[in-house]
T-cell receptor, first 118, second 114 residues
Framework: GAVVSQHPSRVICKSGTSVKIECRSL??????MFWYRQFPKQSLMLMAT?????????EQGVEKDKFLINHASLTLSTLTVTSAHPEDSSFYIC??????????????FGQGTRLTVV | AQSVSQHNHHVILSEAASLELGCNYS??????LFWYVQYPGQHLQLLLK??????LVKGIKGFEAEFIKSKFSFNLRKPSVQWSDTAEYFC????????????FGTGTRLTIIP
């Protein structure tokens, strides 16, 4: 299957600083990328959907000014956690999908980023 | 909005036992259905998917799932589990028209006892 690479895999930052997480599709063009957050022993909760070249669509309850998403190219999306606080500590996962509308396409997942805010 | 229910939160089985994990979704339209597995410390991997056609879908590692439209179900099965199947299993649904998001169930933790 297609490969989605997420970087870094782990990051520890101080409270109040910002952290950028990258998500790259290595062998396909990702028209759409999704960002999820996974709490311990829980399911993935979708944070936002981004389409290349346009603004991300955030799920209800997700602060768009805190979780900045940029999808500037067909192979790269970034999630920036701004002014991070300990409650932002979590496992963040991206997924990417190839293809346009009206196509049934599978989403591929990155390996996730463990963010710890101290 | 669609939702996905996985009623089994934690399943414990002995090796060679048969497995069935339940997944029900709520949405009246056409959907795509997925089962993902997350081994300890690893990322999500696709086990199998259903888009259309034969409702009995075969995936990797001996897993299969059956889509029963009338029951809004997509249960995951394996006739004989192995210790290496210990993992978290997630069912997911996607609306069948393009770049739609995946909605995940809460997951089922499967523990296989040697």
């Amino acid at each position: 299957g297609a490969v989605v690479s997420q970087h870094p895999s782990r990051v520890i930052c101080k409270s109040g600083t910002s952290v950028k997480i990258e998500c790259r599709s290595l062998d396909f063009q990702a028209t759409t990328m999704f960002w999820y957050r996974q709490f311990p022993k829980q399911s993935l909760m979708l944070m936002a959907t981004s389409n290349e070249g346009s603004k991300a669509t955030y799920e209800q309850g997700v602060e768009k000014d805190k979780f900045l998403i940029n999808h500037a190219s067909l192979t790269l999306s970034t999630l920036t956690v701004t002014s991070a606080h300990p409650e932002d500590s979590s496992f963040y996962i991206c997924s990417a999908r190839e293809g346009g509308r009206l196509m049934n396409t599978e989403a591929f997942f990155g390996q996730g980023t463990r963010l710890t805010v101290v | 909005a669609q939702s996905v229910s996985q009623h089994n939160h934690h399943v414990i089985l002995s090796e060679a036992a048969s497995l069935e994990l339940g997944c029900n979704y709520s949405y009246g339209g056409t959907v795509n259905l997925f089962w993902y597995v997350q081994y300890p410390g690893q990322h999500l991997q696709l086990l199998l998917k259903y888009f259309s056609g034969d409702p009995l879908v075969k995936g990797i590692k001996g897993f299969e799932a059956e889509f029963i439209k009338s029951k809004f179900s997509f249960n995951l099965r394996k006739p004989s589990v192995q210790w290496s199947d210990t993992a978290e299993y997630f069912c997911a649904v996607q609306l069948n028209f393009g770049n739609e998001k995946l909605t995940f169930g809460t997951g089922t933790r499967l523990t296989i006892i040697p």
